[in-house]
């Protein structure tokens, strides 16, 4: 057990996840109750916090903490998301092993595991970080520069919260030194027959566009269809873009992760890394063949996640239309990316509109004082990791506060099987309780060292 943070800790980690805090693209679907409930909790079980910094509330609901430091200069933003996604719960969907609420441990000593939503995404981090803060205040510790904790509302759906954050914090003229938010996480596996894990921060990450593929037609009764109805070319186009991936590309983040772990990795790996610009292009045509994760380290990716047609089974529909999910790689763009489907798709027919998007995010350093600080917080928290940067494959409120600071880095300190990343976002979300403890200890040095 840390001998700093322990059961006590524990019980107001469960406390927080017992309350429901999901997102809703839809607000008014949204329990608001459950989040003012969740804001109250927080100041009764973070007396030191809420009694030291000064406190604001953005947009109803994201908070934006400042623990004034000797100086305002080169601040430190630790930050995190407390709404969390859905819980889809019916006969026709997988089953939690334990409830998604309740908070449930299984397990003893070293073994326990915290079941819930949100432990991983991302309460655990949000809930590490106060407390490595209050313990810190009642230690007597006093920062040499600001220290802001940024918490968001509704990462999982518009990010409001945050943008409405950084326009605050720009018009005051806050340039930080160093923004951290949700993002890699300790793992292993990451390069074949790396020896140790990896401690992965994303050094930027991908753009996101949501875009949607429509095909208007006449309706009418589903018993006299057209030779090839709205249903047929949107098909049609769906497969054509499934069919054609976009090509590799080895953006620098990407060639610094081989260049980091390669000479710690099986044979061929360390002359890889030591030829890396070398073997750009050739890597770029392997590694999308490797699997699904080092597909879209190095290219746009492309899913279909939502279609729609009539509203009866025997009408015709008037507008056939598919939602494309779409990560742009770093080195590219939405504009690219829509020209591209645009040629994929060679249908005038299909109509393609752009609804939210933003491009890749500037790539932040992987050297000087805020990269040191981050390693020197996993030296601590997770001593037998080498640190390495990255490209974030989704999307963060972190990429709001490249417009204010070039040193946005995204990672979350926290050990994590394929097997529990698997709960993300999905059924049986849970996070073993040693490792959320070595997450508290990695903020608390980052912390101390502001």
């Known amino acids: 057990m840390n001998p700093r943070f322990g059961d006590a800790s524990l019980d107001r980690f469960r406390a927080l996840l017992r309350i429901p805090t999901v997102g809703r693209l839809d607000e008014t679907l949204i329990d608001w109750d459950a989040f003012d409930t969740f804001l109250t909790t927080l100041e009764e079980l973070y007396p030191r916090v809420f009694g030291t910094l000064e406190c604001e509330k953005i947009g109803g609901y994201s908070l934006l903490l400042r623990w004034p430091g000797a100086s305002p200069e080169n601040p430190t933003v630790l930050m995190g998301h407390y709404d969390v996604v859905s819980v889809n719960v019916g006969a026709n969907e997988p089953e939690w092993a334990h409830p998604p609420f309740a908070a449930e441990i299984t397990g003893t000593g070293e073994d326990r595991v915290l079941w819930g939503r949100g432990t991983l995404d991302d309460k655990g981090a949000v809930v590490a970080i106060l407390e490595a803060v209050e313990h810190a205040i009642e230690s007597g510790f006093a920062p040499a520069h600001d220290l802001y904790l940024s918490f968001g509302h509704n990462e999982e759906t518009t990010g409001a919260g945050a943008r409405a954050t950084v326009e605050l914090l720009e018009s005051r003229g806050v340039v930080p ?18 020896r140790g894990p990896a401690a992965l921060v994303g050094t930027t990450e991908k753009g996101l566009a949501t875009i949607t593929l429509s095909v208007a037609q006449v309706g009418g009764h589903a018993s006299t269809p057209p030779p090839f109805p709205a249903t047929a070319r949107l098909a049609r186009a769906i497969t054509r873009v499934n069919r054609s991936p ?25 002359w890889v890394a030591k030829n890396v610009d070398l073997l750009a292009p050739l890597l770029a045509k392997v590694l999308p063949r490797l699997g699904a994760e080092t597909a879209a380290l190095v290219r746009t990716t492309t899913v279909t996640t939502q279609l729609s047609g009539a509203s009866a089974a025997n009408a015709l529909p008037e507008r056939a239309t598919a939602t494309l999910n779409v990560r742009v790689a770093v080195g590219s763009s939405v504009a690219a990316t829509v020209r591209r489907l645009n040629r994929i798709i060679n249908d005038p027919e299909v109509e393609l509109r752009v609804a939210e998007f933003h491009d890749p995010s500037p790539v932040s350093p992987s050297s000087g004082p805020g990269w040191e600080r981050i390693v020197s917080a996993f030296a601590v928290a997770a001593p037998d990791a080498m640190v390495s940067p990255y490209v974030m494959l989704g999307a963060s409120d972190s990429r709001y506060y490249a417009r204010i600071s070039p040193n946005v880095y995204r990672t979350t300190p926290f050990r994590m099987s394929a097997d529990e990343r698997a709960g993300l976002h999905a059924v049986n979300e849970r996070i073993r309780v040693s490792t959320w403890l070595e997450g508290i200890e990695f903020y608390r040095s980052l912390v101390l060292s502001a």
Request: charged share 25%; net charge neutral; aromatic share 2%.
């Open 177 to 194: 030194g160093l923004v951290i938010d949700e993002g890699g996480a300790v793992i292993e596996d990451v390069l074949p027959g790396l």
């Open 246 to 270: 976009f090509p590799g590309r080895l953006s620098r983040p990407a060639k610094d992760l081989l260049r980091t772990l390669g000479p710690r990795s099986a044979a061929p790996l360390p």
